[in-house]
């Protein structure tokens, strides 16, 4: 069997929206803390309609699907809060990692790693300084991210998220970051 590849949804109707909405209750209700039932539109925030969304689909329908926002500053990002906890960057734009959902049935299959390194391909080509992303403590995601670049430096309580998880904040800040902001910053002066 082939890998299927993830693909880019460059104008995702409001269907496939839908679709990857539900998906994520789909994907994360067999978390024991998670409650299916409070969600009957599915999962969906302010930022899915400015996110860049890949979706993997079997049988034409969506089986995974992870985003990527880029958002101006971190007070774009709703709860936010949960990030100021941690030391970031004062760096301009962020890119906010999130919401990679796999179905049950087709975990297991490298998709994860598929889904980060086409996000993190597109965050370096569109020359993002820094990255964020948050993942649940007892989730092997840490080290994987961490291959990538990826460094813990925060925690949030469990209270704040759907699986009622402590979780660790990432980073990933790119070599020349610091060089990107200073150069933009002298450029608009």
């Known amino acids: 069997m082939t890998t299927p590849q993830p693909y880019y949804l460059e104008h995702p109707t409001p269907a496939q929206l839908a679709e990857i909405y539900q998906l994520r209750v789909a994907a994360w209700k067999q978390n024991p803390h998670f409650d299916a039932s409070k969600y009957p539109d599915g999962i969906f925030d302010s930022l899915d309609p400015i996110a860049h969304h890949w979706v993997i689909e079997d049988e034409d329908r969506i089986v995974a699907a992870a985003r990527v926002v880029v958002v101006n500053q971190l ?19 962020l890119a906010y990692l999130s919401r990679l959902v796999i179905l049950p049935m087709y975990q297991g299959r490298g998709w994860s790693g598929l889904f980060d390194r086409i ?33 813990i430096v925060g925690f ?5 998220n759907f699986y009622k998880s402590d979780a660790y904040v990432q980073l990933r800040v790119r070599q020349n970051a610091y060089e990107m902001v200073c150069q933009k910053t002298k450029n608009d002066v």
């Open 75 to 93: 007070t774009d990002i709703p709860n936010w809060q949960l990030f100021n906890l941690c030391e970031l960057p004062k760096v301009s734009p």
């Open 119 to 151: 996000r993190l391909a597109f965050i370096d080509e569109a020359n993002i300084p820094c990255t964020i992303c948050y993942c649940y403590s007892e989730s092997n995601r840490i080290k994987i991210l961490e291959k990538f670049g990826f460094t």
């Open 156 to 160: 949030v309580n469990g209270s704040y």
